[in-house]
């Protein structure tokens, strides 16, 4: 398996994220390369981490600007073909703001970053990326954040929480930004684009304190050869 | 503003050197070098780069007793920043510097500025930054500029290093009531670079280009160095608020990306970062270092506003700017490379053979200085130290005389300076670069894994502004120390230091006191570690009419350990045995209980170094072996706040009796419990494995044990016996107390 971390100006996690895949994959470099926002051509990836960062300062909004890069046109292509997409943190705002994921994220309750280690707990949601993981299991992911705060209007999430799009919530007392509904990460309707706040890519390495993040940069490798956790 | 600004008028006339902060005396001797007055443009020059700021003029001569020498060091002083050798073909680079008087006029943009500051030092040393520690000094967290002041630094600092995408992994914060008016903000940065990358600072090549690249500029901090960095802050210093420069992290996150690639691509022959004193000081030492003259021509200069005159594109502190001298062919590779990273850059200039700075104006000379004067030209002066007879702070009663030692116990732990500051690391990204082994305040220092090398380092930052008050001498030593044990509990051994020397006026003859006594014991204890100083700053005249800062020499320090796998955490367990290891002797003099009591005076006990530094290795060993499970230094609140932060990281107790102490020293039953001083060590683990520490030569005796869940001290008559839970929330007070009335701030 083949990943491609976006680069834009100003993403900061990128190199963390292709970390997190050359791990995910038994190590080696040519398991994962970083693609230049400019970059139109996606062919020889099997997958594509939108990393977190500030890209473009998060000016304006939070990836409001970047949902405009050639690379993000060819990420909507490659999502569409049923390709796995995963977006971390600024991630998961470019792929709102591309309307490749549903709802939006707004400036923490209490506006100011934060950064911290928390529980998620895992959802019911169809998705390549929760393979290895089981509905209901809990586990330990860092955050860092300052607009996390998950918001959908009521119509909106109701049909994400009735189609089952939830990925993760934040365990009971363990929300950080006032995020509806405990909503950490969600999946697109096909379940192949998957967007979180959270930082799986910083709990690969045991140094770090967990490395409950593995599971979801193999998740896509395992459901590709059938297998299931 | 009430008096006419220098910068829009008064040049030519006799007295604008004096608002631009030189004396009469510099002024004539710069006519005497030139040979003629200076114009417009040349004042300004030099007003900068003459400044205490630029110059060092009050503290070069001292600085000159810090050893800088060692088998590991690859860049020191005079460079951009230090560098060790960390093996492998890598080096670790690293440096420490203020900005407090920015921090002082507008807490944000001042906060944020530092940090991306002290970044490009890094990053123009061809390093990737990859860590940021922060030293941070405000008064007593009960006014409400102290709120604004905290809320505005803290904010800034991570909005800079999380844009960035470098992570914050530690510092301190301490609040004492001299830093009212002028608190410290001092930032310190660590990077990496691969050692035959790293780049000099010193201009060669005559007929090389000159290319700025980065930021517009345009007039924001002009004369920072000058008006606000070399001048006592006073009440009207709210009208400097134009001169505090502001931050653009993405520009500068682009900037470090961009400066990476010219690096790799071999592009670049020397590289600086635009500071202080923007282009004059930027392209008058790479002059002055390669020996060579420079034309500048601020036609060329990418503006952001197109009416500048000369002397503002000179002096103009705009951000996120870098300066390289490349060779001819290789111009076009650069340029295009800025536009990849969607940077401005431009040729501004040339480097030249003639010893001269010359700036033109399209073509035309407007400026002309020699290097020599500008840059080594400034008067150094001989500081007239005296000490002063008498404590010269105030001392205020916050604890009453008669508390008994459980209310005094939870009195230190709920002290603003000893309190968790965790509402503050929390702010700050501590995990990006995924490196962070230990995160901001989880252990004494923080631990970053640099599989480049097949270690990893741990770096620390320290100062007690407090007890170097009370000696200048030994507090700076216990600083000093105080780092290297900080290090030694995650089984690390220093490499190198750097340091940031905050004083008040030096021209006040105890403040000059003060920084002698300082270097000399910085020096004393470096040289005793074996760890040479490699970098630093100096930030002088922090003092406001109220009266100067506490001396304040902040120490950074890193070190390298091989295994950090092995680092000890601070969870001890039920059960654990714990030992009070090294040639602890603890005196109220100077500690927290004391000024809580509102009883400081002036005066340290002397400690040797020696026997501290032997525990340092004994303990660095013994959590290198893996054998222990916690191991902290005895720092601020005695030994009974040391028991205490371990109990509450692990939310279990313990039951501790200080007899042997008492029966080895000449101590009070008070000053056990609560006295400070160098050289204690808290370790816990098997008894088995602590009592390996034994007999050799360094003081080590069991203290009893982790149990329960209450933290019980017994000294002598004295007994401290409070729950862990209580003792907790104490410790976790200080964010209420700080942002109780966040909401109705109108700064």
């Known amino acids: ?229 | 503003m009430s008096e006419p600004s220098p910068h829009r008028e008064g040049f030519g006339v006799k007295s604008a050197h004096r608002a631009l902060g030189l004396t009469d005396h510099e002024f004539e001797l710069i006519c005497e070098k030139m040979g003629r007055e200076p114009n417009g443009v040349e004042l300004a020059m030099f007003s900068l780069l003459w400044s205490e700021h630029c110059a060092y003029k009050h503290s070069k001569k001292l600085l000159g007793k810090l050893p800088t020498e060692g088998p590991r060091v690859v860049m020191g002083p005079g460079e951009n920043a230090g560098a060790v050798d960390i093996g492998n073909g890598y080096s670790i680079a690293f440096k420490v510097e203020s900005h407090n008087h920015p921090s002082a006029v507008e807490p944000f943009q001042g906060a944020a500025t530092g940090v991306g500051g002290i970044l490009r030092d890094v990053i123009a040393l061809g390093a990737r930054p990859i860590a940021l520690l922060d030293s941070l000094r405000f008064g007593e967290p009960d006014t409400e500029r102290t709120h604004y002041l905290v809320d505005g630094v803290v904010r800034g600092i991570g909005h800079y290093g999380n844009s960035m995408g470098i992570p914050t992994v530690g510092g301190e914060i301490y609040f004492e009531p001299p830093y009212e008016q002028n608190p410290l903000v001092n930032a310190m940065c660590v990077g990496i670079a691969r050692t035959d990358e790293m780049v000099r600072a010193a201009a060669a090549g005559t007929g090389n280009k000159v290319v700025l690249f980065g930021s517009l500029t345009g007039r924001d901090g002009i004369g920072g160095a000058s008006v606000l960095a070399s001048a006592e802050l006073d009440e009207g210093d709210d009208a400097k608020r134009p001169t505090v420069q502001i931050g653009d992290p993405f520009e500068e996150a682009k900037l470090l990306e961009c400066c990476q690639e010219l690096l790799a691509g071999d592009l670049l022959v020397s590289l600086q970062d635009l500071g202080a004193a923007g282009l004059t000081s930027s392209a008058g030492e790479m002059a002055s270092a390669g020996n060579t003259g420079i034309d500048i021509d601020v036609g060329l200069v990418p503006l952001r506003e197109a009416d500048m005159e000369p002397f503002e594109i000179m002096v103009s502190e705009s951000q996120e700017r870098m300066l390289a001298v490349v060779e001819p062919s290789k111009v076009d590779q650069v340029l295009a490379l800025c536009t990849k990273w969607q940077t401005a850059s431009a040729v501004i200039g040339e480097v030249t053979d003639s010893g001269t700075f010359r700036i033109l104006k399209n073509g035309e000379t407007v400026g002309e200085i020699e290097i020599d004067d500008l840059v080594d030209g400034c008067p150094l002066y001989d500081l007239e130290p005296e000490e002063p007879t008498d404590w010269t702070y105030q001392n205020r009663v916050s604890i009453e005389s008669d508390a008994g030692p459980s209310d005094i116990a939870l009195a230190l732990l709920a002290s603003p300076s000893v309190a968790s500051k965790r509402w503050a690391f929390e702010q700050y990204d501590s995990i990006v670069g995924s490196r962070t082994v230990h995160r901001a305040g989880v252990a004494d220092a923080s631990v970053l894994d640099i599989p480049e090398s097949n270690r990893a380092i741990a770096v620390a930052i320290d100062g007690n502004g407090r007890r170097v008050a009370c000696d200048p001498f030994q507090g700076t030593i216990e600083a000093t120390l105080e780092c290297a044990a900080n290090l030694a509990v995650v089984g690390a051994e220093p490499l190198g230091v750097t340091n940031c020397l905050n004083f008040g006026n030096p021209e006040k003859p105890g403040v000059a006191w003060q920084l002698g006594r300082a270097i000399d014991g910085l020096a004393e204890a470096c040289r005793a570690l074996e760890a040479p100083v490699v970098g630093g700053n100096v930030s002088l005249y922090n003092e406001t009419p109220q009266g100067p800062i506490y001396p304040t020499p902040v120490v950074g320090m890193v070190g390298e350990l091989p295994d950090p796998a092995k680092v000890a955490g601070e969870n001890w367990r039920e059960g654990d045995s714990i030992a009070l290891v090294g040639p602890f002797d603890p005196s109220l003099a100077g500690s927290e209980l004391e000024k809580q009591l509102g009883q400081l005076g002036k005066g340290l006990p002397v400690r040797e170094i020696t026997p501290v530094k032997q525990a340092i290795e004994l303990v660095r060993e013994a959590v290198r072996s893996g054998g222990i499970r916690t191991a902290t230094d005895v720092s601020d609140g005695g030994v009974t706040t040391a028991l205490a932060e371990l109990a509450i990281a692990s939310g279990t107790g313990c039951e501790t009796n200080l007899a042997p102490v008492l029966a080895r020293r000449e101590c009070s039953d008070e000053d056990a419990l609560f006295g400070e001083g160098p050289g204690g060590f808290i370790l816990a683990g098997e008894k088995s494995e602590l009592e390996k520490l034994g007999g050799q030569g360094v003081d080590f005796e069991l203290i009893g044990e982790v149990t329960g869940n209450e933290i019980i001290t017994n000294a002598g008559s004295l007994k401290v016996e409070v729950l862990v839970e209580e003792a907790e929330a104490a410790f976790d007070s200080l964010e209420d107390r700080i942002e109780s009335d966040q909401a109705g701030l109108t700064h």
């Not at chain 1, 998060?58 to 292509?77: Q, W």
């Not at chain 1, 993981?133 to 992911?141: F, G, H, R, V, Y």
Request: hydrophobic share 40%; aromatic share 8%; glycine share 14%.
């Open chain 1, 1 to 229: 398996m083949t990943w491609g971390v976006l680069q834009f100006p100003g993403s900061c996690d990128e190199r963390d994220a292709l970390n997190a895949c050359q791990i995910a994959g038994g190590g080696g470099p040519d398991q994962a390369r970083l693609v230049w926002h400019e970059e139109t051509d996606l062919s020889g990836l099997d997958g594509i981490v939108v990393p977190g960062g500030f890209s473009y300062g998060d000016y304006l909004r939070a990836g409001a600007i970047a949902r405009f890069s050639p690379a993000m046109t060819a990420v909507a292509d490659f999502a569409a073909a049923g390709g796995p997409v995963l977006g971390i943190c600024n991630g998961f705002q470019v792929l709102c703001e591309s309307g490749l994921l549903p709802g939006a994220l707004l400036t923490n309750e209490r506006t100011r970053f934060i950064c911290r280690q928390g529980d998620l707990v895992v959802g019911e949601a169809d998705s390549p990326f929760l393979t290895g993981l089981e509905a209901d299991q809990t586990i330990s992911i860092p955050f860092k954040h300052q607009s996390g705060r998950f918001f959908a209007p009521p119509e909106l999430l109701d049909r994400i929480e009735s189609n089952n799009q939830v990925a993760f919530r934040y365990a009971p007392g363990h929300n950080p930004n006032g995020s509806v509904n405990d909503i950490a990460g969600v999946t697109n309707e096909a379940g192949n684009v998957l967007g979180l706040m959270p930082h799986p890519e910083h709990a690969v390495e045991a140094f770090s304190g967990s490395t409950d993040g593995l599971a979801i940069f193999q998740g896509p490798a395992l459901t590709a050869t059938g297998g299931a956790a």
